[in-house]
């Protein structure tokens, strides 16, 4: 009776002394060095190609953009999407970064957000359809994306190194990676959310299950959707700025430089274009979600 009272003693006291620690460091380290040791030639093979070459072409295709008729293009889009005064901020906000001296580091950061997003809504959008259609892989995706959306960033910057070595590459893999779960989610949830009389209505008048899907649910569900994209460009926007510290380039390179030699004016510099775009982002994608079919019907009475 006494051990088990100072057995018992111990374990209040000091619980995890009694047993030693488990090695999940170990078992972390040796599972990564597995999946690089046996797939780093097929990730950089059959990966890499692709997200560089959309990068390329999306950095060329912007780079190769006269400043003064990138300035018009974006108010247009910006007009077009939301409203005149969104344009008229998307050009000012635009001009004041160019006139701040970092234009080419504002159009590679554009160019990996945009490649970013792109797999993304490629990656994230048939997923989310897979998820409103069977609540079984909803619930087996469920666990996946609370660890892709909340494990720290920096986490994700060893193994991509690890598997794609320094650049543009991997920052990129680890924003896709951190920035898709908001696709995934709400385009299963405003799928979901599509009443089931419109759903009726259109099995009454014999349209299949992909017309329905596509004709009906998906225009419905349109600003839950880009409610998703906007956070996706949100967080792909924020990731690409860590992934500076591995080689992306950007905006970010020229925050982690100015950290790097302390000098607060480069800092703040890059730090105000990161602002600067992801307000003119976040306004244009607000407008687009504003502006589609469903948003008509949520104001209908």
Do not use: H
Request: aromatic share 10%.
């Amino acid at each position: 009776m006494t051990e088990f009272l100072e057995l018992l003693r111990q374990l209040l006291i000091d619980p995890f002394g009694l047993l030693e620690a488990l090695p999940v460091r170990q078992w972390i380290t040796d599972a990564v060095n597995w999946i690089v040791g046996n797939f780093r030639d097929f990730f950089r093979t059959y990966v890499s190609p692709p997200v560089r070459g959309v990068m390329g072409f999306t950095q060329t295709t912007l780079g190769g953009i006269p400043p003064g008729l990138f300035l018009i293009g974006i108010f247009l889009i910006g007009w077009r999407a939301a409203s005149w005064r969104v344009g008229l901020f998307s050009l000012i906000a635009f001009a004041l970064v160019g006139f701040m001296g970092v234009w080419d580091a504002l159009v590679v950061t554009l160019s990996l957000v945009a490649t970013a997003v792109l797999f993304c809504m490629i990656i994230g959008l048939p997923l989310g359809i897979l998820c409103s259609r069977s609540d079984r892989f909803a619930n087996a995706m469920r666990p996946i994306l609370d660890i892709m959306q909340t494990t720290p960033p920096f986490v994700y910057l060893v193994p991509a190194v690890m598997l794609f070595s320094i650049g543009n590459v991997p920052g990129l893999i680890a924003t896709i990676i951190f920035a898709m779960p908001p696709m995934i989610r709400l385009t299963n949830l405003g799928i979901r959310q599509v009443r089931q009389e419109y759903i009726e209505a259109a099995v009454a008048f014999g349209s299949t299950p992909r017309q329905i899907l596509w004709k009906v649910q998906f225009p419905l569900a349109m600003p839950t959707i880009m409610a998703g994209l906007n956070q996706t460009i949100m967080l792909a926007l924020s990731m690409v700025v860590i992934a500076a510290i591995i080689g992306a380039g950007g905006l970010g390179l020229e925050v982690y430089a100015g950290l790097e030699r302390l000098n607060i004016g480069q800092a703040f510099v890059g730090g105000i274009g990161i602002v600067l775009l992801a307000m003119v982002l976040d306004r244009i994608t607000q407008g687009l979600g504003d502006k589609g079919p469903g948003q008509d019907r949520k104001q209908a009475p």
